[in-house]
């Protein structure tokens, strides 16, 4: 089991930026390709970003493609969500999550058995 622990949200303007960050206690954190899902108020969870176990493949909702890198350092058992050019839209709460699970759907969020308790972002116009 892994416990996944968010931080970094907060309130920026719109065009600003954060990184989140996802830190990894438990089993060996390179077990586990990694998530970022966030969910709007009034709004079912959606699929933000995701990441391979090595790092080396990455996947990104068409809406944040371009303006969010996800990484991961697997000494320091974290994974990150940077965010630029943010805009009100993309204010939710962001949560990570972990899946041990192989040949699936990283954009699935049903695919995941560990997730973080959610950071807030707030974009404000």
């Known amino acids: 089991q892994v416990q996944l622990v968010a931080s970094g949200g907060g309130l920026v303007q719109a065009g600003g930026s954060l990184r989140l960050s996802c830190a990894a206690s438990?089993?060996?954190?390179?077990?586990?390709?990694m998530g970022w899902f966030r969910q709007a108020t009034g709004k079912e969870r959606e699929f933000v970003a995701a990441?391979?176990?090595?790092?080396?493949?990455?996947y990104y909702a068409e809406s944040v493609k371009g303006r969010f890198t996800i990484s991961r350092d697997n000494g320091k058992n974290t994974v990150y969500l940077r965010m630029s050019s943010l805009a009100p839209e993309d204010t939710a709460v962001y949560y990570c999550?972990?899946?041990?699970?192989?040949?699936?759907?990283?954009?699935?969020?049903?695919?995941?058995?560990?997730w973080g308790q959610g950071t807030q972002v707030t974009v404000s116009s």
């Open positions: 999550a972990a899946t041990t699970r192989r040949g699936i759907n990283l954009k699935a969020d049903s695919e995941y058995d560990y």
């Open positions: 438990g089993r060996t954190f390179s077990n586990y390709a």
């Open positions: 990441i391979s176990r090595s790092g080396f493949v990455t």
